[in-house]
């Protein structure tokens, strides 16, 4: 039974395989065609220059040596056209298949994308043998080293890049921890993303701190104006605990201040006992989702005359932000979705705790850093635009809204 079972696995890979070679080489072929009649075109574009002695200035020259390139479907060879011009400043470039390229840059998206998600260096041999074919060249756990190596340099160009031309309308700012393997400490990284004016978010910052101290986030936003940032936030959102808000009030201190709602209920609920919980977290619902501030007072004065006197620390927890919890409803309606919690940074960093955990911690704090670089780097690309993004012209111009309605609308409801 068992050289049956073997025999059944050959014959049902046996096609595979051969379907895969029929793919690789209609590809090749593909390729091998494109650029052909890249080079056919530019020989013929420049079919009437010619030198004095009427010989054509740009001509075929043979073949470049055969080169391999790493695709998803394996290993591709091609042979690109050589072409001499002999032109003033003329020369021919391929933009089908660039110098030097060796591979896809999907396939280099692939080995940081494997890295990212957790699977280990030592795995990456048969991870990438499983996706890209057992002959894919230059795709080792040695890439990794490489490829860690290019983050950091991508990083502090990253770092240093100007800010002149950027408008931050929003700014989400949190401290995220990690385990490291080869130290005690738990670094923490301190993450600040904006939105633009057209509503897109970007990553702003992400800094090695010294946990959530006042002093690490002075120094992240101290940094933001020496590259030029022309225009303070008009709001800033986080989590009550961070040293944050009290480096916001020296470095931009116009800009308003959001409390995190989703951090904010978990503090609360934390000092009350699991049977009020319920009761509890309804009712703190009912005062970040009314419709109105005075609607979201009330709930908050009924939640202190519910539990204010037998829950004293959690009533202390909630009330300290009082002033900080319902800014949102000076600003649109369609963005308070997005202002009352962090979680543009809370949902892209699951993934890192995701690959510290599967690994037991990152190498070193280096390492964690460019981690999460890469790791938003990459999420960036996902995030969606604010609801209602036409509206933040009307924040930058200072508009104080009412209940999330423009007042002028508000005029012509009532």
């Excluded at 998600?117 to 499983?130: H, P, Q, R, W």
């Excluded at 490829?147 to 031309?165: F, H, I, T």
């Excluded at 702003?204 to 933001?224: F, P, Q």
Aim: a positive charge; hydrophobic letters at 40%.
């Amino acid at each position: 039974m068992e050289t049956i079972g073997a025999t059944n696995v050959v014959e049902m890979q046996e096609p595979k395989e051969a379907l895969e070679e029929i793919l690789r080489e209609g590809a090749r072929q593909m390729l091998q065609q494109a650029i052909e009649g890249e080079v056919a075109d530019y020989l013929a574009k420049h079919h009437a220059a010619v030198d004095e002695h009427g010989r054509r200035l740009v001509v075929g020259n043979g073949r470049m040596p055969q080169r391999e390139l790493t695709t998803g479907i394996g290993p591709l060879p091609v042979k690109q056209p050589r072409v001499r011009d002999r032109r003033d400043g003329g020369k021919f470039t391929s933009a089908i298949l660039p110098p030097y390229l060796r591979r896809l840059p999907s396939v280099d998206k692939l080995i940081p994308a494997l890295y990212l998600k957790g699977v280990s260096t030592g795995d990456f041999g048969e991870a990438l043998s499983a996706i890209l074919g057992r002959d894919a060249p230059g795709l080792s756990a040695t890439n990794v080293v490489r490829l860690k190596a290019q983050w950091k340099d991508e990083y502090e160009a990253w770092q240093q890049r100007d800010l002149s031309d950027k408008h931050y309308v929003y700014l989400w700012a949190d401290g995220v921890y990690f385990k490291v393997r080869l130290s005690d400490e738990r670094p923490c990284m301190l993450v600040l993303i904006g939105a633009l004016p057209d509503g897109t978010k970007e990553l702003v910052a992400v800094w090695d701190g010294e946990r959530e101290s006042r002093l690490s986030w002075k120094e992240v936003l101290l940094d933001l104006k020496r590259r030029g940032l022309p225009s303070l936030p008009k709001l800033a959102i986080g989590d009550g605990a961070l040293g944050f808000w009290g480096a916001l009030r020296e470095v931009f201190p116009a800009t308003r201040e959001q409390r995190c709602w989703v951090h904010k209920t978990a503090n609360v609920l934390d000092k009350m006992p699991k049977k009020v919980q319920p009761s509890a977290k309804r009712l703190i619902h009912e005062m970040y989702l009314a419709e109105t501030k005075n609607n979201a007072l009330e709930a908050f004065e009924r939640f202190g005359e519910l539990y204010g006197v037998k829950f004293r620390k959690a009533w202390d927890c909630l009330k300290k932000d009082k002033d900080q919890l319902f800014t949102f409803y000076d600003f649109p309606a369609e963005h308070w979705v997005h202002l009352r919690t962090t979680n543009p940074i809370e949902s892209t960093f699951a993934t890192v705790r995701l690959r510290t955990r599967r690994t037991k911690g990152c190498g070193s704090r280096t390492a964690t850093l460019m981690m999460v670089f890469k790791l938003a780097d990459q999420a960036e690309k996902h995030w969606r635009r604010l609801n209602g993004s036409s509206r933040l012209a009307q924040v930058i111009e200072g508009v104080k809204f009412v209940d999330g309605i423009h007042p002028e609308e508000k005029k012509e409801a009532a």
